[in-house]
């Protein structure tokens, strides 16, 4: 027996998996001929509308019964389909066997009719536990239901009528099925025997990540494409995994695991749209609809009679100069556009167009900006961003130009005090971030000679923006300005190579009276290739002192009781330096 089948044997001899090993056996013979199928569904559908009668009515407290009402009307009222991908459920605790169990079969039996059936529960948590208990391990099964479900969204591109969100919440089970299904075979390999055995276990397991599952993504995705809304749906699907790629939330505390169910379902979707020819402008058309989704929401929302907390006198995010112009979350799309484009672009329009649309998010300040600060996705999606700009002819005149454009939310931060919000300057810190890492690949592909010149004149004019942003900043919220400014000096060696004592002469003084700041930068260049003796010289050269520096910094954790700011990478510094620290004596 493979590990494969040992896997899927797993899933089987769980309590639900030996439910379904009976609903196997009676679904193949209810559909034996269309008479059957016909009347075991017209049969299921009646059990399943009287358990759905008995659910409300079953509830006997009164605050349950409040929930499950207020969240059905807030079902009613929403208008964004694509919120049953992170919706909220109300926690109400009532038998829901019957709706499961009726709701399970009668979508096995029949599933055009079976999906129709679950939608008219009262709120898609319903629909979405029936179909994540009773569906997410029939791999057949979500083929079938992905081809089956109701359309979403009609000729124009709105919400149907019928408000149907089936397909969307089957679309999601693919990321649980493959989440399962991994599961149960890392299970199977870490009980697959001896010692000797598990280099094969381990093979194994990694050829199911890096061929089987992507195999089936492919296949699955190429079904949804095909149908008349498909592509509306998987643009939407594309924006909600990057959205949980971004912030992290696959991965669990302490966990070591690379593989993610999300992160990998995202790849097989973007290669799926890659194939299918899906370009950067049909992603944007995609943000387009949900921008003016949300400011019709927004709209409507604005006529509800609300009590107001008192105000505090402060302004709105979207008062005043420089103020939030935009309302949907717009970044996670641009992300997976990026993602689209990979790494070799071969058309300068689709990069300029994507260039284009990151200015207009940066200029309306789009709210799905703050993923970069929230997540663990800082670096590597904006030096993709960077590396995508630099394929560009001059990306410093690109960088320049969006910057200025950023002015009004410069001005806007000098009086932060003044505005109901928190993240200030975050557009501008983004942008220069995605320079940084345009200037190293802009670098690497040139030849020594001007545009090499030009690059490395690109990132002394983005330390000059830096330092002035940390400076003038009345509330640097997370420190973004002034790591933003340390961060500068891990680029150093990369674009300066030998000549980079030169450029510590020009960046280092301004830094040189501020102990922490120094310690900070030249820990950020020792982890970037250059040796601790060497540093020491070139500081020094640079007219400032690295182990007075280290001692200070120190010396002033011991007096504040904040031990967080000597740093592992300080301590490693000082090591490799020979300084040792003393602590100050009693008394």
């Not at 408000?163 to 919440?169: C, D, E, G, K, M």
């Not at 599961?183 to 094969?200: I, M, V, Y």
């Not at 097989?268 to 929401?297: F, I, N, P, T, Y």
Request: glycine share 8%; net charge negative; hydrophobic share 40%.
């Amino acid at each position: 027996m493979t590990l494969l089948e040992q896997a899927e044997d797993t899933l089987k001899t769980q309590p639900w998996g030996l439910r379904h090993a009976f609903h196997d056996a009676f679904v193949a013979a209810a559909r034996e001929t269309p008479e059957r199928q016909a009347a075991w569904s017209r049969a299921l559908e009646e059990a399943f509308a009287d358990a759905r009668g008995a659910l409300v009515t079953g509830l006997t407290d009164k605050m349950d019964r409040r929930e499950v009402e207020g969240a059905s009307q807030a079902w009613r009222e929403e208008s964004d389909p694509f919120s049953v991908w992170g919706r909220w459920a109300p926690e109400v605790y009532f038998d829901r066997s019957y709706i499961w169990h009726w709701g399970a079969v009668l979508t096995r039996v029949q599933p055009v009719e079976g999906l129709r059936a679950l939608e008219t529960l009262p709120y898609p948590a319903l629909i979405n536990e029936v179909l994540v208990l009773q569906c997410r391990e029939d791999r057949e099964l979500i083929e079938e239901l992905i081809v089956a479900s109701p359309p979403v969204f009609d000729e124009q591109g709105d919400w149907g009528p019928e408000r149907s969100v089936a397909a969307l919440l089957v679309v999601n089970l693919i990321a649980a099925h493959m989440n399962a299904l991994h599961d149960a075979l890392s299970r199977a390999t870490r009980t697959s025997g001896n010692k000797r055995e598990q280099p094969g276990a381990d093979a194994t397991l990694k050829g199911f990540e890096e061929r089987e599952l992507p195999n089936w993504i492919t296949r699955v995705f190429g079904l949804l494409l095909r149908r008349s809304d498909g592509l509306r749906i998987a643009l939407g699907y594309l924006g909600y995994l990057v959205r949980t790629t971004l912030l992290g939330r696959e991965q669990q505390y302490g966990s070591t695991e690379r593989w993610g169910a999300h992160e990998s379902t995202l790849g097989g979707l973007v290669k799926v749209l890659r194939d299918a020819g899906v370009s950067v402008a049909q992603v944007r058309e995609a943000w387009c609809a949900a921008e003016e989704l949300a400011m019709h929401k927004e709209t409507e929302d604005a006529k509800r009679n609300r009590v107001h907390p008192r105000s505090s006198g402060r302004r709105g995010e979207r008062e005043g100069e420089g103020a939030r112009t935009l309302r949907a979350n717009g970044f996670p799309l641009l992300c997976g556009a990026a993602v689209m484009l990979g790494g070799d672009p071969t058309s300068d329009a689709e990069i300029l167009l994507f260039w284009s649309w990151f200015e207009e998010l940066l200029q309306g300040r789009d709210p799905g900006l703050s993923l970069v600060i929230q997540g663990r996705s800082l670096m590597e999606v904006l030096q993709h961003f960077g590396f995508l700009l630099a394929k560009l002819p001059d990306p410093g005149a690109l960088v320049r130009v969006a910057y200025a454009k950023l002015e009004p939310q410069r001005r806007r931060a000098r009086f932060a005090f003044y505005y109901d919000e928190r993240c200030h300057d975050l557009e501008s810190v983004i942008l220069l971030r995605v320079a940084l890492s345009a200037a190293s690949y802009w670098l690497d592909r040139e030849k020594p000679g001007e545009q090499a010149d030009a690059a490395r004149s690109l990132f002394m004019w983005i330390y000059e923006r830096a330092r002035a942003l940390w400076l003038t900043a009345v509330l640097d919220s997370g420190q973004s300005t002034r790591e933003l400014v340390t961060s500068c000096f891990a680029w150093v060696p990369l674009l300066f190579g030998e000549s980079r004592g030169e450029a510590f002469k020009q960046i280092i003084p301004p830094l040189a009276n501020d102990a922490c700041m120094l310690v900070d930068a030249c820990v950020n260049v020792r982890l970037n290739g250059i040796e601790a003796e060497k540093l020491r010289v070139l500081v020094a050269d640079a007219g400032a002192d690295l182990d007075a520096a280290l001692r200070d910094v120190y010396q002033w954790s011991e007096l504040t009781g904040r031990k967080e700011e000597v740093s592992e990478g300080l301590q490693k510094l000082a090591e490799e330096l020979g300084i040792k620290f003393n602590a100050p004596e009693d008394g």
